[in-house]
């Protein structure tokens, strides 16, 4: 089966904590800052969020 969307992410570790920075495939938000862009991808688009976390390799915590 192919996928229907690819996304790139870098894969980070720092003092025990794991995280995920996507760096390909999701479109830019037009929103002047960073937190703007948080609260319009949790309120309208938060299947990617569900997507990262609970793919088979997701991390739930």
């Known amino acids: 089966m192919?996928?229907?969307?690819?996304?790139s992410l870098v894969c980070s570790h720092c003092e025990?904590?794991?995280g995920d920075v996507i760096v390909g495939g999701v479109l830019d938000l037009p929103a002047k800052a960073?937190?703007?862009?948080l609260v319009c991808y949790m309120n309208e688009q938060d299947?990617?969020?569900k997507l990262l976390l609970r793919e088979p390799r997701g991390?739930?915590?």
């Open 34 to 37: 960073m937190h703007a862009k």
């Open 2 to 7: 192919r996928s229907q969307r690819n996304i």
């Open 59 to 61: 991390r739930l915590e």
């Open 47 to 49: 299947d990617l969020r």
């Open 16 to 18: 025990g904590k794991a």
